[in-house]
Structure formats: structure tokens, C-alpha cells
């Protein structure tokens, strides 16, 4: 158990909704990572926060959304779902930006 | 697009074997990291070595990192069924300031140990 914890588990939907997908981080973490893993793209980083403030963006959709709130969860919001978004949704917390990851146990998200 | 590439795509040995996985990247890192990920669950940090070490050692994980060749190895000695999952690197770019974090992985290498 990393101490991340991500909700839900799984989320089946249809093209065209909007979800969103909620991560707490380790005790004590102030950067949250997002990342999506597809079959055909892998492993891709999407944003990260760090204490609140968006740090660094990578290839995230701009129907895709993300804060981080006082409390230093994080949200990640997809909207105008397309069969293409369904993949695993992992969400990571660190101490340090220049140190290990801890990731959640993501969310599976399918569209229909 | 994934900075790194992995070789071999996917390992099979037998327990007791050694197993080494090897990881190539492009640009220039602040660290590099190798992280194991049990069939679609979460993954678990292995390994970190920044740019400036040369090889690091964590009970049965060795890995190397050669930044002239820009390629890490991953060797897991005395491997156990257990060991069988996915293995991924991943590369940090930062180069100072607020840039670190935001890792580039490559495509895995499976790992099968056979009892």
C-alpha cells in the first residue's frame, strides 16, 4: 500500500459525459502527479501540482482538467468523453519533485 | 511520445536466474527510475539513481546508469516467481527550478519467472 489512495476504482460511461477521478496523496506529499496508461500510448504524464499550484503540464487533453485543493487532494475532471480516453488513471504524490513517485492503485475508466 | 525504449519488450526465465532489463533514452536527465508494475495495478517505485552515480544497489536490484550512452540497466539477481510483473523506467528531465517530477516512461519490459 502506497498511501495513495485514488476513487473510484472503476467508472464505466458513455461518450460524451464528464467524470471526475479523485486522488489523496501520501501524509505529508504537496506534489500530485497525474499520469494515463493506454495500450497504445503507455505510460503518459499529465500534469502536476505541487502544494496547490499547477507546475508542469504534459500531453493532457484541453478537455481534461486538474486542480489541487488546500486540503492537497486532486481532482482530475474529463469531460466530452470519447471512446478513446478509456485507459487507467493513475494519480502519484512526493515529498520532493526530484525524488520517487508513490502511485495509487488508479481508475479504470471505460467509455462505451 | 515516450523518451525511453526498452529491450527486450518481454523476458522469460526460469527462478534462480538472473534477469537484466535495459532502458535508452534521448535527452539529458536529472535522474532516472525504474518502477515495477503488477498486471494493471498500481506501480512500485524500485530504484532511483540521479545522473551524477554511476550504479546503485537495493537488496537484490542492481541498476547502472552510463549518461554517455544515455542507457540504464536494470539487473534483478536470484529472480523469484514473485519477481514476474512489468518494469518500467522512467526519466526526469528537470533542469532546475520548478521543472523536476514530470517523468517520461518507456514501454516496459514483462518479466516472466518461471517456478
Known amino acids: 500500500d502506497s498511501g495513495v489512495t485514488q476513487t473510484p476504482k472503476h467508472l464505466i460511461t458513455a461518450t460524451g459525459q464528464r467524470v471526475t477521478l479523485r486522488c489523496s496523496p501520501r501524509s505529508g506529499d504537496l506534489s500530485v502527479y497525474w499520469y494515463q496508461q493506454s495500450l497504445d500510448q503507455g505510460l503518459q504524464f499529465l500534469i502536476q501540482?505541487?502544494?496547490?499550484?499547477?507546475?508542469a503540464k504534459g500531453n493532457i487533453l484541453e478537455r481534461f482538467s486538474a486542480q489541487q485543493f488546500p486540503d492537497l487532494h486532486s481532482e482530475l475532471n474529463l469531460s466530452s468523453l470519447e471512446l478513446g480516453d478509456s485507459a487507467l488513471y493513475f494519480c502519484?504524490?512526493?515529498?520532493?519533485?526530484?525524488?520517487?513517485?508513490?502511485f495509487g492503485p488508479g481508475t479504470r475508466l471505460t467509455v462505451l | 511520445s515516450q523518451q525511453g525504449e526498452e529491450d527486450p519488450q518481454a523476458l522469460s526465465i526460469q527462478e534462480g536466474e538472473n534477469a537484466t532489463m535495459n532502458c535508452s533514452y534521448k535527452t539529458s536527465i536529472n535522474n532516472l527510475q525504474w518502477y515495477r508494475q503488477n498486471s494493471g495495478r498500481g506501480l512500485v517505485h524500485l530504484i532511483l539513481i540521479r545522473s551524477n552515480e554511476r550504479e546503485k544497489h537495493s537488496g537484490r536490484l542492481r541498476v547502472t546508469l552510463d549518461t554517455s550512452k544515455k542507457s540504464s540497466s536494470l539487473l534483478i539477481t536470484a529472480s523469484r516467481a514473485a519477481d514476474t510483473a512489468s518494469y518500467f523506467c522512467?526519466?526526469?528531465?528537470?533542469?532546475?527550478?520548478?521543472?523536476?517530477?514530470?517523468?517520461?516512461f518507456g514501454q516496459g519490459t514483462i518479466l516472466t519467472v518461471h517456478p
Open positions: 502519484a504524490s512526493s515529498v520532493d519533485p526530484r525524488g520517487e513517485q508513490f
Open positions: 501540482y505541487y502544494n496547490g499550484e499547477e507546475r
Open positions: 522512467a526519466t526526469d528531465a528537470g533542469a532546475g527550478g520548478t521543472s523536476y517530477g514530470k517523468l517520461t
